[in-house]
Nanobody, 125 residues
Framework: QLVESGGGLVQTGDSLRLYCAGI????????MGWFRQAPGKEREFVAA????????DYVDSVKGRFTISRDNAKNMVYLQMNSLKPEDTAVYYC????????????????????WGQGTQVTVSS
């Protein structure tokens, strides 16, 4: 099980830090991802990190503004979001596969087996 937190209502240019806690099993040996879904749109990839934290990937629209990180000792994944824009408004989901997947698969939703309930991020203009 994955549980997200940290969402909220902020203004353009503000920062938020999202948290994803692994409950009931360890996710320290697999990549972790963040996805988001805006109203009326499909769920899209935001960022991913490999099991050790040494490799990351971001969608172009958040590069330079968002940072994904993890703490395997705490079974936690984080998404630091800076310089937020109204187009970042969405429900953000944490996800994990049940086994190791290739980095080339990180952006595909179908490779992820565990999903959190989501946390709402709203950025006002």
């Amino acid at each position: 099980q994955l549980v997200e937190s940290g969402g909220g209502l902020v203004q353009t240019g503000d920062s938020l830090r999202l948290y994803c806690a692994g409950i009931g099993r360890t996710f320290s040996s697999v990549a972790m991802g963040w996805f988001r879904q805006a109203p009326g749109k499909e769920r899209e990839f935001v960022a991913a990190i490999n099991w050790s934290g040494g490799n990351t990937d971001y969608v172009d629209s958040v590069k330079g503004r968002f940072t994904i990180s993890r703490d395997n000792a705490k079974n936690m994944v984080y998404l630091q979001m800076n310089s937020l824009k109204p187009e970042d408004t969405a429900v953000y989901y944490c996800a994990a596969p049940s086994a190791r997947i290739k980095a080339t698969s990180w952006r595909e939703r179908s490779w992820y087996d565990y999903w959190g309930q989501g946390t709402q991020v709203t950025v006002s203009s």
